[in-house]
């Protein structure tokens, strides 16, 4: 399982959002680091095919992943920052109504919404309404309908942006279990986030990867106490 990104440039006018990205990815979760700004969002939405890539090449098993169309797009898991979500549906209907938008076979993801309700704690509150959630509640939702499907790709923009200190720990342990056998990707600006991770951490700067390894790995390269230290050295204290 390879996803590979060669030269990957995405320009909006005179300003260059991404700048030459190259990196292959393989199963495993990577946290992508950067300030507002540095390139994360327009990363994945390339990846999405939500916009159209200046130049480079996104690789999927080593075809093009525009000439794969929907077969590679239901790979994909997404998790977006923003929760809009609508309040009156209950999470179990919420993740039904995801189920019929991603053309799942209604006995599938019948079995899966229950097998996931109870992955990110909520069976016991699957059938209150969304309006009366707790923001760290409707990020596991979220999470939740990202998972439909069994996505072998699974994209989570600035997941725990918003929650307090219990909430952040508690999703943090779930993404932690996802990434056996998928390519997770976690992109943040916030350094914790990334800090306890098995993975890479790609740091990233004005649309450019600037530096990428192991927490472990990017500490000893820097004398860094911790990856906040890290941070610091490569970005700047962006």
């Not at 999470?91 to 993801?109: D, N, T, V």
């Not at 990233?204 to 004398?223: D, F, N, Q, V």
Request: hydrophobic letters at 40%.
């Amino acid at each position: 399982m390879e996803l590979r990104m060669d030269s990957l440039t995405k320009c909006y006018g005179n300003k260059t959002a991404l700048n030459g990205f190259t990196y292959t990815f393989t199963p495993g979760i990577y946290g992508i680091l950067g300030a507002n700004g540095a390139g994360k969002s327009t990363l994945m939405n390339l990846i999405t095919d939500n916009v159209k890539r200046t130049s480079g090449e996104i690789l999927w098993e080593g075809t093009d992943i525009l000439k794969q169309g929907k077969t590679f797009r239901r790979l994909l898991g997404y998790m977006p920052q923003q929760q809009g979500m609508y309040p009156d549906f209950s999470a179990r209907g919420f993740l039904r109504y995801m189920a019929q938008i991603k053309e799942l076979p209604r006995k599938q993801s019948r079995v899966q919404i229950e097998e996931l309700l109870v992955l990110v704690n909520l069976k016991q509150d699957a059938h209150k309404k969304l309006g009366g959630y707790s923001g760290g509640m409707r990020q596991r939702v979220l999470l939740a309908q990202a998972l439909l499907g069994e996505p072998k790709i699974l994209i989570l923009d600035e997941p725990t942006a918003g929650l307090d200190p219990k909430e952040r720990l508690r999703l943090r342990q779930y993404i932690g279990e996802l990434a056996r056998d998928r390519i997770v990707f976690l992109t943040t600006h916030i350094v914790s986030d990334v800090e306890s991770i098995d993975g890479d951490v790609l740091l990233m700067k004005h649309g450019e990867l600037i530096a990428h390894g192991s927490p472990e790995e990017l500490m000893s390269r820097t004398a860094a106490a911790d990856l906040e230290g890290v941070y610091m050295a490569y970005l700047g204290g962006e």
